[in-house]
């Protein structure tokens, strides 16, 4: 079956760490995002790619990064710039169109240690 | 920019119960979808409206698009455990691939 596969499910990150939350999804989808969420908030966009190679940063792109080398996956590094990092992040996919729903994987929760 | 209101932001019902989820947006709609989340998962789709007055069914769960396209509704009929979660509605692509969320509702069914 189609899907978007995130992992880890979840994560804990040391000061000044860096770390890499991975989104590979197997639907020949263009585009691809990453979303944070927390408590009472709804989802908020750190990036997004519409085609390999390129990307686009989103509402809260500072302290994080990513990168699009295949159109299968994009994976999210959350740096240790990022002051606040913890919180539940969503990946998501849909097809290159008008309108179209996106396709969401099951989530990382990234927690500091 | 658009936004995304929804209400109520919590519910509780008794399991048999019928309920109503609102979806407001500060400008025309031209993609709105319906989204289930279970605590610490992704969104399940539930299902997308497109032209003003669509109305939708996906077994005991009907969402409606008003004619003027800024509002939706979700509406449970005969609530069961099985319906409780969180219900977000989202909306997009506008302008270069960008969706928006409301920020959700939570739903507990009481058995």
């Known amino acids: 079956d189609g899907g978007i596969t995130q992992s880890p499910k979840y994560l804990f990150r040391k000061e000044g760490q860096n770390v890499t939350l991975s989104c590979e999804q197997n639907?020949?989808?263009?585009?691809m995002y990453w979303y944070r969420q927390d408590p009472g908030q709804g989802l908020r966009l750190i990036y997004y790619?519409?085609?390999?190679?390129?990307?686009q940063k989103g509402d809260i792109a500072e302290g994080y990064s990513v990168s699009r080398e295949k159109k299968e996956s994009f994976p999210l590094t959350v740096t240790s710039a990022q002051k606040n990092p913890t919180a539940f992040y969503l990946c998501a996919s849909c097809l290159e169109s008008t309108v179209k729903p996106q396709h969401f994987g099951d989530g990382t929760r990234l927690s500091i240690l | 920019s658009q936004e995304l209101e929804q209400s109520p932001q919590s519910l509780i019902v008794q399991e048999g119960k019928n309920l109503t989820i609102n979806c407001t947006s500060s400008?025309?709609?031209?993609?709105l979808y319906w989204y289930k989340q279970k605590y610490g998962e992704g969104l399940i789709f539930l299902m997308m409206?497109?032209?003003?007055?669509e109305e939708k069914s996906h077994e005991k769960i009907t969402a409606k698009l008003d004619e003027k396209k800024q509002q939706s509704s979700l509406h449970i009929t005969a609530s069961q455990p099985s319906h409780a979660g969180i219900y977000l509605c989202g909306a997009g692509p506008s302008g270069t691939y960008k969706y928006i969320f409301g920020t959700g509702t939570r739903l507990k069914v009481l058995a």
């Open positions: 409206l497109q032209k003003g007055g």
């Open positions: 639907l020949n989808h263009d585009a």
């Open positions: 790619s519409q085609i390999v190679n390129d990307f």
């Open positions: 400008k025309t709609l031209y993609g």
